[in-house]
């Protein structure tokens, strides 16, 4: 016949099982920080492409109207 856990067993694998929870918080937490960051950034490099392509343009059309103009 299999012999049953003891009290001081169970609180102890109570106590790990606790322990674990708190880091997975912890961990969940650092992860959507993380995620966070990287959205922000994806957002940035967006914006910063966008910007690139702005600019190209304004210099295409100023060095077009540069051009015009000394004919």
């Known amino acids: 016949m299999p012999e049953q856990d ?27 920080d993380l995620l966070d960051a990287w ?14 392509t702005l600019m190209a343009a304004m210099a295409v059309i100023y060095a077009t109207l540069k051009g015009l103009a000394g004919r």
């Not at 001081?8 to 650092?30: G, I, P, S």
């Not at 950034?41 to 914006?47: E, L, P, Q, S, Y």
């Open 39 to 52: 959205n922000t950034a994806t957002g940035v490099v967006k914006f910063v492409k966008w910007l690139s």
């Open 6 to 32: 003891s009290p001081v067993e169970m609180a102890l694998v109570r106590a790990d099982l606790e322990a674990m929870q708190t880091e997975l918080k912890a961990v969940r937490k650092d992860i959507k």
